[in-house]
């Protein structure tokens, strides 16, 4: 059984925060709210607090006493819970920014850029660490990769690859995967197929090989988004191999499958090493600078589209590991537990079209917590509504428990 660890900021601490460096030197009334105060915002100034205010403890690893690997609740241990929990997000806003305590605290110390935030926990309730699930669900899963990939083509998007990522300048790994996916789905004859077997073949050999020589330049050679983008481009050509049916192509698949989940490994691993630096302010040199990196200054765009990578990153590892899981489970029966990772499933934050849109869905109360777990994801079918649950955890839930449960779970909360 997980166990939720929970701690919240007491609010005496809230009570005890000092004015902000703005207010005390103007001898103001200060409104003592993080990122930045009300008199701050109105009047467009850098809003600063002395060293001595309080701050989120840091998330402590428990287990429990059965010895079971814990899966800790980040948005509990960050003071977060859920906006469902907090009664008084509403009674708390900064005028015309439309930002809640609840949110104001997730700004403040956003749990997806700590470095417990990327913890996987491996452990796994089978003593042979073996899993299978119900074809239904698997195939389910293959074939929504595949509309999701037909999404990404024509919108720019889908829910593991997110529009903020690249804009429209796809980096080449993935411009080879957009004309190969591209060429495989066209309708019409046969041989439009094969040839992009054959250019899915080719290039995913290519972007090995390349991979290759990277490593021997030294780890420091790719960045994080460059490591996303090589691990989404060969997703789309495990996609195409393993479940075509051609031979030649899944011989080739099957030979990149172990790669695939190195790459999503390595992924973490890069993205670990990048908050790390951003929590140790003489390495955040490191973090190659960009429109999309894994840190923030506090404010709600650059919160966002830390979210955005971060996610992407998160979701683009779950999608590398189910893909196979699917396949070595429809081939032999079972598949390794690849572990469990937090990522959000509440809806609307995914397709938010701006800053402002996202945090208001990170502020709305719904069933769904702001994080969510691989492991115990199926507690949604009994403990939350399919509306609050995002097209990206619908189709995980199917994984899992098989489309007939789903099916029914959303019957039964359409008739409530």
Not at 154 to 183: K, V
Request: hydrophobic share 40%; proline share 4%; with cysteine.
């Amino acid at each position: 059984m997980s166990i939720h660890v929970v701690r919240k900021i007491s609010e005496d601490a809230q009570i005890k925060r000092p004015a902000c460096v703005a207010c005390s030197k103007a001898k103001r009334r200060c409104t003592k709210q993080a990122p930045a105060c009300h008199r701050c915002r109105t009047k467009r100034i850098r809003c600063e607090y002395p060293s001595s205010r309080v701050l989120l403890s840091p998330p402590l690893a428990t287990s429990s006493a059965s010895g079971e690997s814990a899966q800790v609740d980040l948005g509990a241990v960050f003071g977060l819970g859920d906006a469902t929990e907090d009664s008084d997000a509403t009674a708390d806003q900064i005028p015309g920014d439309g930002i809640d305590r609840f949110g104001a605290r997730f700004l403040e110390s956003p749990w997806f850029l700590s470095v417990s935030g990327w913890e996987i926990d491996k452990s796994c309730t089978n003593s042979d660490n073996s899993i299978t699930y119900m074809d239904s669900g698997l195939d389910f899963f293959v074939d929504q990769l595949r509309l999701w990939l037909d999404q990404w083509t024509t919108d720019n998007h889908c829910p593991f690859i997110h529009s903020r990522l690249y804009g429209d300048e796809l980096p080449c790994p993935l411009q080879h995967a957009y004309a190969a996916w591209l060429t495989y789905r066209s309708p019409g004859a046969i041989k439009k197929r094969r040839i992009a077997l054959q250019m899915g073949i080719d290039w995913s050999r290519n972007t090995v090989e390349e991979q290759s020589i990277y490593d021997g330049l030294g780890k420091e050679s790719i960045n994080t988004l460059h490591h996303l983008c090589r691990t989404q481009a060969l997703i789309v050509f495990q996609l195409m191999g393993l479940f075509d049916g051609d031979i030649r192509a899944r011989a080739q698949a099957e030979d990149t499958s172990s790669t695939v989940v190195k790459w999503a490994d390595a992924l973490i691993q890069s993205a670990v090493a990048d908050v790390t630096a951003h929590h140790h302010p003489g390495r955040s040199d490191q973090i190659v600078p960009g429109p999309m990196a894994l840190r923030s200054d506090g404010s709600l765009d650059s919160t966002w589209k830390a979210w955005a990578l971060s996610e992407s990153i998160r979701r683009t590892w779950i999608v590398a590991n189910l893909l196979e899981a699917a396949f070595l489970i429809q081939k032999q029966g079972y598949a390794s537990w690849p572990g469990s990772i937090g990522f959000t499933g509440k809806s609307g934050m995914w397709n938010a079209s701006s800053p402002h849109a996202w945090l208001k869905s990170v502020q709305a109360k719904t069933t769904t917590n702001l994080v969510v777990f691989c492991r115990g994801l199926d507690k949604l079918l009994t403990n939350g509504k399919p509306p609050d649950v995002d097209e990206f955890s619908q189709a995980l839930l199917t994984y899992g428990c098989g489309r007939e449960a789903v099916v029914d779970w959303l019957a039964s909360q359409s008739q409530v």
